[in-house]
C-alpha cells in the first residue's frame, strides 16, 4: 500500500467551529507533514513529526493544532479559524525526516483536503 | 521564505512537443527534487537528483543540475495530454524539510 489518505475531501466551517483533517499511511514511514497550499502557490510547511514527536513549527498560529497518535495516523485540529486560512490542506509521509547518507526522502502526498472558513 | 525561484510560470505548447523548465535556487543543497500536481491534487514526486550528479533520466523525464550556477531543469520529452499539470521543483538543504518553488503551470494543447 503506496498511498496517504486523507478525510474529508471538502470542508465547510464557520469561523467558531472546531473540526479535524485526519491523514494516514500504511507504508511504516516515521515522518508525516502537513502542509498548506494556496491557490497557483507552493505548498508551504506547517509541521513535521517524525517518530510520532512534533520536530518542525514553522511557527504557525495556535489555532492549528497538530496531532500524531500513533505511526500511522496524523490529525490537525482546527477551531476559530479565520477566511484567509481557507486552503488546500496536505498531509505527506516520507520514511524518515531524513537526510540519511545525506540524502533526503521522497514525500509521498495525500490528495489533500478543500478548507473553506466562511 | 522560498528557496526557488522556477521559470516559466506558465508553458502552453503542442501535444508531442519537448517541454523545458528550469529551476534557479540561493543557497547549497543536498538534493533536488521535482514533484507533480494535478489540479487541486496531492503532489506527485518525479525524480530526485543529489548535488554530486549532473543529469538523470526517468522514462521520458530528464533532469539537469548545475551546482555551480544553482539551477536545475526538467525536460519532459515527447508531451502528452496527461502532462498537463503543475511542476514544482524542491530542495532539501539538510535542514529536515523541502522548500518549494513557485511552480510551473504546462498546458499541453492537444
Known amino acids: 500500500d503506496t498511498e496517504v489518505t486523507q478525510t474529508p475531501k471538502h470542508l465547510v466551517m464557520g469561523m467558531t467551529n472546531k473540526k479535524s483533517l485526519k491523514c494516514e499511511q500504511h507504508m511504516g514511514h516515521r515522518a508525516m507533514y502537513w502542509y498548506k497550499q494556496k491557490a497557483k502557490k507552493p505548498p508551504e510547511l506547517m509541521f513535521v513529526?517524525?517518530?510520532?514527536?512534533?520536530?518542525i513549527n514553522e511557527s504557525v498560529p495556535s489555532r492549528f493544532s497538530p496531532e500524531c497518535p500513533n505511526s500511522s495516523l496524523l490529525n490537525l485540529h482546527l477551531h476559530a479559524l479565520q477566511p484567509e486560512d481557507s486552503a488546500l490542506y496536505l498531509c505527506?509521509?516520507?520514511?524518515?525526516?531524513?537526510?540519511?547518507?545525506?540524502?533526503?526522502?521522497?514525500?509521498?502526498f495525500g490528495p489533500g483536503t478543500r478548507l473553506t472558513v466562511l | 521564505s522560498q528557496q526557488g525561484e522556477e521559470d516559466p510560470q506558465a508553458l502552453s505548447i503542442q501535444e508531442g512537443e519537448n517541454a523545458t523548465m528550469n529551476c534557479s535556487y540561493k543557497?547549497?543543497?543536498?538534493?533536488l527534487q521535482w514533484y507533480r500536481q494535478n489540479s487541486g491534487r496531492g503532489l506527485v514526486h518525479l525524480i530526485l537528483?543529489?548535488?554530486?550528479?549532473r543529469e538523470k533520466h526517468s522514462g521520458r523525464l530528464r533532469v539537469t543540475l548545475d551546482t555551480s550556477k544553482k539551477s536545475s531543469s526538467l525536460l519532459i520529452t515527447a508531451s502528452r495530454a496527461a502532462d498537463t499539470a503543475s511542476y514544482f521543483c524542491?530542495?532539501?538543504?539538510?535542514?529536515?524539510?523541502?522548500?518549494f518553488g513557485q511552480g510551473t503551470r504546462l498546458t499541453i494543447n492537444p
Open positions: 543557497t547549497s543543497i543536498n538534493n
Open positions: 505527506a509521509s516520507s520514511p524518515r525526516q531524513g537526510p540519511t547518507g545525506g540524502v533526503s526522502d521522497t514525500q509521498y
Open positions: 513529526y517524525s517518530y510520532e514527536k512534533l520536530s
Open positions: 537528483i543529489r548535488s554530486n550528479e
Open positions: 524542491a530542495t532539501d538543504k539538510g535542514a529536515q524539510k523541502l522548500v
